[in-house]
């Protein structure tokens, strides 16, 4: 089964939970907006939302390159929450994983996702923030095509 998530423009919906360190989960709901333009390069537009909780809603933006028919690629984020990122990505035969630092950040934070395909229009996404040594936040969600 071919990819659809990253590698085609298009609408996502996310449903799911956010988690943090000594609290219950939250419910997340969110939007993901694909899109791709000239020269390989992509665009992405997150934006994630707590529908029971009084949490700040979240944005997220990617520009990044995945020249056609490689499995890794590039890209730099402007995070609502952790401000200027940088990462890199790879499409796996089951799985699109990215990894990404904050730059100019004290606190060390990192991320770490994993989007498992589960069908050619559903992948499941579980996710991780890390301030040093310690896992501070998580999301477990479901992401659906539209």
Known sequence: MDHTFLIEPGRWT???????????PMVLRGGI???WGRDNWFTMVMKLTFPNDD?????LQYK???A???????FVLQHSELGRVEGEGWVA???VVQRYWCLGDRQRRTGFETLYQVGEAHYHLSSGIMAGH???TAIEAN???Q
């Open 14 to 24: 996310l449903q799911g939970n956010w988690l943090e360190r000594d609290k219950p």
């Open 33 to 35: 907006l694909i899109a």
């Open 55 to 59: 949490h700040d809603e979240i944005s």
């Open 64 to 66: 990044g390159r995945l």
């Open 68 to 74: 056609g028919g490689e499995r890794q690629y590039t």
């Open 93 to 95: 035969p089951a799985s």
């Open 134 to 136: 310690y896992l501070t």
């Open 143 to 145: 992401l659906e095509r």
